[in-house]
């Protein structure tokens, strides 16, 4: 099969033509459709994120259908089903974390497309317990970004709790993703963009929110809760100044530049910092739940397999005007 790896962080995927893997016990054998491409990706072949499996297939936001289950009486997807595959791949259901319902931090946990090979590729497997049926109402590139974007920061947005007053700092493909949902639900929302990015406030008001303004400007209200989607360490700090007592600041991304130092006082009175890491199987069945409903839209470009190079290097340097998805099958 043909599948774009991963050598060495820093350096081009390269197309090749590896073997088709096989599915072991509980195991789904994908025929993937179609794979997103999440900043996470570029965390990796940048060598942001320690120890990839190397040489590596990145992509977890997959989507494909099931060709062959590797031998297991009572999977919960059938040869033919179409199916998701996320970045939580694997864990050891017995550590303390994963006994908490907090499998999202198992100290064994295995990742796609980072320690566990991904869906840059005509074919992958998949452990079938951490894989998702998708709303038939999405098609094959409108599902592919709801499979990190959509999940993580869904999670991101459940940390805010029932927050009236929702910010977001960064209004990319997962903000956008979240505002929807944020909005069907009856949140006031607020967004931070780059200062002067005029273009991106008029769509997050055109999409609904209450305001929308520059990351150096501080709302006309204050905020119960405030997710940070971009991975500026200096927005931590201005967001906690955005918020009421008791506030929450929850960040989104795996990765961020260094938070300057601020003073107590903007953290008094209760007010929170957290992180969000990866997602728990709940986060992900409760997400499919509701985007049947939402119909929340995405903005995508497509890319074939072979130029996933071209999507990466375009998606650094901010050039894409919608999640970059990978097509498989371009006849
Ligand atoms: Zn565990
Ligand atoms: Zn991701």
Not at 83 to 91: D, E, F, N, S, Y
Not at 172 to 196: C, K, M, S, W
Not at 231 to 248: D, E, N, Q, T
Not at 291 to 317: H, M, Y
């Amino acid at each position: 099969m043909r599948a774009m790896v991963l050598d060495k962080p820093r350096q081009a995927l390269q197309l090749r033509d590896v073997e088709k893997p096989r599915p072991s016990k509980g195991q789904l054998l994908v025929r993937i459709a179609t794979c997103a491409v999440c900043r996470t990706d570029l965390h990796v072949a940048d060598g942001e994120l320690p120890d990839p499996k190397l040489p590596l297939i990145p992509g977890h936001q997959i989507v494909g259908h099931v060709e062959e289950i590797g031998e297991e009486l009572n999977s919960k997807f059938q040869v033919g089903d179409r199916v998701g595959i996320p970045w939580l791949g694997w864990t050891d259901g017995k550590c303390a974390f994963c006994r908490s319902n907090r499998e999202n931090l198992c100290d064994q946990a295995r990742f796609t497309g980072y320690t566990i090979d991904g869906g840059y590729a005509e074919f992958t497997v998949a452990d079938a317990r951490f894989c998702f049926h998708l709303p038939d109402r999405y098609d094959d590139v409108e599902v592919a970004p709801l499979l990190c974007a959509g999940l993580i920061g869904y999670r991101s947005y459940r940390k805010t709790g029932d927050a009236r007053r929702l910010g977001m700092y960064g209004f990319g493909n997962a903000a956008h993703l979240i505002a929807q949902i944020a909005l069907y639900e009856g949140r006031d929302l607020f967004v931070f963009t780059r200062p002067g990015d005029m273009e991106t406030q008029q769509n997050a008001k055109a999409l609904g929110a209450n305001w929308a303004g520059g990351s150096d400007e501080l709302p006309p209200e204050k905020l119960d809760a405030a997710i940070i989607f971009a991975s500026v360490g200096p927005l931590v700090p201005a967001a906690l100044r955005a918020l009421a007592k008791g506030g929450i600041v929850v960040c989104g991304g795996i990765h961020m530049s260094d938070i300057p130092s601020f003073p107590y006082a903007d953290l008094w009175e209760e007010r929170i910092i957290t992180s969000v890491a990866n997602l728990t199987r709940r986060d992900g069945d409760e997400f499919f739940d509701i985007v049947p409903r939402v119909r929340v839209l995405t903005k995508t470009e497509t890319f074939r397999l072979e130029e996933a190079n071209v999507a990466l290097d375009r998606f650094r340097a901010g050039e894409l005007k919608g999640t970059a998805v990978l097509v498989m099958d371009v006849n």
